[in-house]
């Protein structure tokens, strides 16, 4: 079964930081574009982050950019969002995603969520 595992979720508070992980399990995606998206409570799910196949490129919504850091390792096939100057409003559920297609659409492969937690 193809699976994209996300872990290192949890509660912090507001300042400071976490590391969140995605791991392939079922087949490879180091040539899909990886991405992460984030779905807050009661809210619509938005983009946040995401790194093209080769690594090289980065694209970040403009309300984590300076402060959210998006990585891959090829060789290990995970993804990883470093997140720091956490605030409460990012506060949500956050799953990466692979897509075929492009940085920013076609994502059709999802995990399961992990829940990030910013208290004030």
């Known amino acids: 079964q193809v699976q994209l595992i996300e872990s290192g979720g949890g509660l912090v508070q507001a300042g400071g930081s976490l590391r969140l992980s995605c791991a392939a399990s079922?087949?490879?995606?180091?040539?899909?574009?990886m991405g992460w998206f984030r779905q807050a409570p009661g809210k619509e799910y938005k983009f946040v982050a995401a790194?093209?196949?080769?690594?090289?490129?980065?694209d970040y919504a403009d309300s984590v950019k300076g402060r959210f850091t998006i990585s891959r390792d090829l060789a290990k096939d995970t993804m990883s969002l470093q997140m720091d100057s956490l605030k409460p409003e990012d506060t949500a559920v956050y799953y990466c995603?692979?897509?075929?297609?492009?940085?920013?659409?076609?994502?059709?492969?999802w995990g399961q969520g992990t829940t990030v937690t910013v208290s004030s």
């Open positions: 079922g087949r490879t995606f180091r040539n899909y574009h």
């Open positions: 790194i093209n196949g080769a690594g090289a490129i980065t």
């Open positions: 995603a692979a897509s075929r297609i492009g940085m920013r659409d076609g994502y059709d492969v």
